[in-house]
């Protein structure tokens, strides 16, 4: 069942403050979502979902959701169509000074049956009560991504990527913006300009270095990054990263590729120059010097990045490196011995000029 899927091993805490809601349907007037908590978490056994539980609160908001068994959505995730005969669903929204309730059940007849209260009135089952559960279902799957399994093919059927590319920015949670840029990469061909969206969209809208570095990663493994759009798009989008782990994953992302243009390799390794990790930058430098995109003058680069790196063994098993590539260039080598006198550990230096030596005599 899709929706087992979508659940299948899912405990996302996400927080987040300064957060706007997605459209004005599913947030009305009264409901300030301006800080907001969103816990979404469900338990599986043998495939078969036992329970899910979402709480949602913020302001003068609050959604309380509490599931059992098995339950099915239509397509477009914007109503539940049936819960298994031992499944139920419990489902309380405070919005302002408007309270809405909705007990769903099967009966025997496996007929579903549901018990909708407003401010403690039951009302009937309408339109305006369809409208209401299908906005919160959508706002729901728009900050934990619960829905993709139906929403994504429903999306890409009726406007290929670029319905899943809009969907995307209306998203309230990196989690759920990542998980469908990530399975739009994953699962279609795209051309550049739909990868470069992607990334656009990952730099601006992401504030999570961890699901924007899930993105690049992915887009790098299926981009040639021989479009000078979305070379730059990738590089900015690393360069608005804070962390150097995550910004270093994705350079090497870049090196794992079995074939980088000069262009790109030279602007990755550049992009390791911002790092405050020393150890981060030699990861990535590393990686650049065991690529066949990094040969000759492109040593150059590679020697500058590493002399902003205060550690000395880390300038010196980066130039060891350069050294093991093979012969290198007049300019190359005047690089080489700059950074070498940058080292002030008589150890390393030593080192880096014996591995110089070694390589010019082979």
Same mark, same amino acid.
């Given at each position: 069942m899709k929706s087992r899927r979508a659940a299948a091993g899912l405990t996302v805490m996400l927080c987040a403050a300064a957060l706007i809601p997605a459209t004005a349907s599913a947030s009305p007037p009264e409901c300030q979502r301006d800080k907001r908590s969103i816990e979404t978490s469900a338990q599986q056994r043998d495939n078969d979902l036992l329970r899910w539980r979402v709480r949602w609160s913020g302001g003068n908001c609050r959604i309380d959701l509490v599931a059992t068994g098995e339950l099915r959505f239509n397509n477009e995730f914007t109503d539940i169509t049936a819960i298994s005969s031992d499944g139920t669903l419990d489902l309380v929204d405070v919005d302002?000074?408007?309270?809405?309730?909705?007990?769903?059940?099967?009966?025997?007849?496996?007929?579903?049956?549901?018990?909708?209260?407003?401010?403690?009135?039951?009302?009937?089952?309408?339109?305006?009560?369809?409208?209401?559960?299908?906005?919160?279902?959508?706002?729901?799957?728009?900050?934990?991504?619960?829905?993709?399994?139906?929403?994504?093919?429903?999306?890409?059927?009726?406007?290929?990527?670029?319905?899943?590319?809009?969907? @995307?920015?209306? #998203?309230? +949670? /990196? *989690?759920?913006? $990542?998980?469908? &840029?990530?399975?739009?990469? =994953?699962?279609?061909?795209? %051309?550049?300009?739909?990868?470069?969206?992607?990334?656009?969209?990952? @730099?601006?809208? #992401?504030? +999570? /270095? *961890?699901?924007? $570095?899930?993105? &690049?990663?992915?887009?790098? =493994?299926?981009?040639?990054? %021989?479009?000078?759009?979305?070379?730059?798009?990738?590089?900015?989008?690393v360069s608005r990263m804070s962390s150097d782990y995550e910004r270093s994953r994705c350079l090497q992302a870049v090196f794992a590729k079995s074939s980088v243009s000069h262009e790109m390799a030279r602007g990755a390794v550049r992009a390791a120059s911002d790092f405050s990790s020393d150890y981060e930058r030699s990861r990535v430098l590393l990686a650049a010097l065991e690529s066949k995109a990094i040969s000759g003058d492109d040593f150059i680069p590679v020697i500058e990045t590493t002399m902003r790196s205060r550690s000395d063994y880390e300038k010196s098993r980066v130039l060891r490196a350069v050294a093991e590539k093979g012969a290198m260039s007049s300019d190359a080598r005047k690089a080489y011995l700059r950074a070498a006198d940058t080292i002030r550990s008589d150890y390393e230096n030593r080192r880096v000029l014996s591995a110089l030596v070694k390589q010019e005599t082979r």
């Amino acid at each position: 069942m899709k929706s087992r899927r979508a659940a299948a091993g899912l405990t996302v805490m996400l927080c987040a403050a300064a957060l706007i809601p997605a459209t004005a349907s599913a947030s009305p007037p009264e409901c300030q979502r301006d800080k907001r908590s969103i816990e979404t978490s469900a338990q599986q056994r043998d495939n078969d979902l036992l329970r899910w539980r979402v709480r949602w609160s913020g302001g003068n908001c609050r959604i309380d959701l509490v599931a059992t068994g098995e339950l099915r959505f239509n397509n477009e995730f914007t109503d539940i169509t049936a819960i298994s005969s031992d499944g139920t669903l419990d489902l309380v929204d405070v919005d302002g000074s408007t309270t809405r309730r909705l007990a769903m059940r099967s009966d025997r007849s496996n007929n579903l049956v549901r018990t909708y209260y407003v401010n403690d009135r039951e009302q009937p089952w309408d339109d305006a009560g369809k409208r209401w559960l299908a906005s919160l279902l959508i706002g729901l799957d728009r900050m934990s991504g619960i829905g993709i399994d139906y929403r994504f093919p429903t999306l890409l059927a009726a406007g290929g990527p670029l319905a899943v590319l809009d969907e @995307s920015e209306k #998203m309230e +949670s /990196d *989690y759920a913006r $990542s998980l469908y &840029l990530g399975r739009l990469v =994953d699962r279609e061909r795209l %051309n550049d300009a739909e990868y470069q969206r992607v990334l656009d969209i990952a @730099s601006r809208e #992401m504030r +999570s /270095d *961890y699901e924007t $570095s899930r993105v &690049l990663r992915g887009v790098a =493994d299926h981009v040639s990054f %021989n479009n000078d759009a979305v070379r730059v798009s990738y590089l900015a989008a690393v360069s608005r990263m804070s962390s150097d782990y995550e910004r270093s994953r994705c350079l090497q992302a870049v090196f794992a590729k079995s074939s980088v243009s000069h262009e790109m390799a030279r602007g990755a390794v550049r992009a390791a120059s911002d790092f405050s990790s020393d150890y981060e930058r030699s990861r990535v430098l590393l990686a650049a010097l065991e690529s066949k995109a990094i040969s000759g003058d492109d040593f150059i680069p590679v020697i500058e990045t590493t002399m902003r790196s205060r550690s000395d063994y880390e300038k010196s098993r980066v130039l060891r490196a350069v050294a093991e590539k093979g012969a290198m260039s007049s300019d190359a080598r005047k690089a080489y011995l700059r950074a070498a006198d940058t080292i002030r550990s008589d150890y390393e230096n030593r080192r880096v000029l014996s591995a110089l030596v070694k390589q010019e005599t082979r």
